[in-house]
């Protein structure tokens, strides 16, 4: 069995990845072992026969060892072990989460449902580095994906509402707090039916703009706000985050030599789990839509189009529904005023799902079918 290298499965994308690994029992199918860049030494927390305690995931001549390595660390992390590792000869499999390969001309963003020949491909040819993809892009296309493989877009622009849970996990907990903060400075207010909105609205600012409101993970308010900016500065009026959108989809694609034009903004809001994203698109003709239903049915088993009704967006169309499972919902289908070669669409889907920890564990299925 293949040993296997399993790096940052403390975090948000790492816990989520190993739950999806025991639910589909890939542990049988290895020999997994544990690393970590801060508890080194402790005894391994899962139910696994013959686990060893915790390597150190600093400790190059361990990771040498593995015939893969699953990291879910992030870039820092990558950028300071990865060169090494390689440097060294280390010819084994490299999957990760973070974004520090991605776009090297040696690694392949992994996303099998849409570009499942691309990794056949890459395998064949002695790829070696298999990197998850920004997780709205992944999203995007496990919703969106039908109409690109159709070659049916011209460009297209979306508007993100992202979720606490792709900043990671300190993130996730600190927006928990400031929601709380903010109940808790109105508690009293809220008891009484009779108490003025206006009070309430005034002491909820307030405890915004406090310098005891819980900003250490996000540097701002995020609870009862929302944050226009995800994501470093690149220098050309986008974020990174928004820059990743046509060059990730497009690599995914395998078609960044005759890309897709594709834009919009990214943007941070106070849901817990789950990305969404409204979309317009230009298609190169006036597809019908009920052609269009039909092409996005078949993007994926994973892939749900919800019908354009006020109920069925309000109740299927939303992090809360999504959150958990592997669905990637589209919806708010419709041709827009602008003429039939316009569409309006709105997806979500788990991020930390297909958007992360997934696209990794079927690449590790990839490579053990691959390599028996
Ligand atoms: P994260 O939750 O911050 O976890 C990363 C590491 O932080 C953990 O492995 C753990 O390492 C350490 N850590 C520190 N405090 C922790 C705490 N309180 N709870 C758990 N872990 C803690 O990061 P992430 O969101 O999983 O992201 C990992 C990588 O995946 C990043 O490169 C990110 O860009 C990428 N990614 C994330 C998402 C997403 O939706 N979150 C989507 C796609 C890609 P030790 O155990 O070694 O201390």
Redesign the pocket.
Known sequence: MLKTGL?????????VLIERMFSEDNFRSIHPYF?????AGASNPFDIPDSQPLMD?FDISCLQAMDIIIS????VY?KQVYPELRGLGWAGYWI?????LRLNHDAIIVLDPVNRSVIDAGLESGIKNFI????TV?LMLMGLGGLFKEDLVEWASSMTYQ?A???????M?ELIMQMGRLEGSVSDLLNDPKSSILEIDRLTRECIASDKFPITEWNQPLAGNLLPWIDSEIGNGQSREEFKNQAETNKILGRSNNPVALDGLCVRVGAMRS?SQAVTLKLRQDVPLDDVHAILRNTSVWTRVVQNKKDASLTELTPAAVSGTLQVAVGRLRKMNMGGQYLSAFTVGD??LW??AEPLRRMLEIIIEFES
């Not at 990760?96 to 520090?100: I, K, Y």
């Open positions: 790096i940052g499965w403390r975090g948000m994308v790492g816990s690393f970590s860049t801060s508890q995931a879910c660390q992030g870039s990558t990760d989460a973070s974004s520090a998850g993809g920004n997780c992944s979720a849970s792709g900043a990671g996990s300190n993130n907990r990305h991020q930390l958007g992360a």
